[in-house]
Structure formats: C-alpha cells, structure tokens
Nanobody
C-alpha cells in the first residue's frame, strides 16, 4: 500500500492551495480518509476526514469554512482545497487511510496507512 500527498507549496496570507492524496494497493472507495498536519514543534493535528460511500465530511474548528475535503474514488484520490490560508496553517500535511468500512476518526492512532507528507508554508 502506498499513500502519496502532493500539492504543497508556499503562499502568502490569504492564498489558496489544493492538496491531493493518491493511494495504490487498497480499495480506495472502502476507506475513510483523513487529513492531518504537524507544525514544527507541535503535535500532529487532525483537520478533516471524509467517509467512504456517501462521503460525509468532518472538520476541525480551526479550518471549518476555509478548507474543503473531497474524494474521487475512480481516481483513488482525495483532495483538500485550502482557502484563506493563514500563517498558523503552515505545517507538514499528511493524509491517512483507516481500515475498510469504518467511520472517520479524529485520532491519528486510528489510521493504518500514511503518506510522507507535503509541506505548506504561509507567509504573512
């Protein structure tokens, strides 16, 4: 199983980025998928998840209204559209997959497969 994030970069305060997470080796449509981030010297923080099936979503309060998670099961890919980025959003962003046919979770320890991360830097 491979999980690969892409789309990170450097933007200014108020800018936007769209992250992608592509998987191989698993039946993507059966997995709840999550986005996490970890800033320098900080703990890993859950920010969003999307369920398998109808794609119900959940967001952390810190990103609600600014970030949108979506998925394309045919492409084995999840996305994170990030708008109105702030310097405090700067972090390494990770995507992760849980076990098949279980619900979303905001706990990183509940996720089985992880990518290597993509860096997002927001300058003030």
């Amino acid at each position: 199983v491979r999980v690969m994030e892409s789309g990170g970069g450097s933007v200014h305060d108020g800018g936007s980025l769209n992250l992608s997470c592509t998987t191989t080796g698993l039946t993507f449509g059966a997995y709840a998928m999550g986005w996490f981030r970890q800033g320098t010297g900080k703990e890993r923080e859950w920010i969003a998840c999307i369920m398998w099936g109808v794609g119900k979503t959940g967001y952390a309060e810190s990103v609600k209204g600014r970030f949108t998670v979506s998925r394309d099961d045919a492409a084995n890919t999840m996305y994170l559209q990030m708008n109105n980025l702030k310097p405090e959003d700067s972090a390494m962003y990770f995507c992760a997959a849980r076990e098949p046919y279980v619900s979303c979770s905001d706990s990183w320890s509940d996720y089985k497969y992880w990518g290597q991360g993509t860096q997002v830097t927001v300058a003030s």
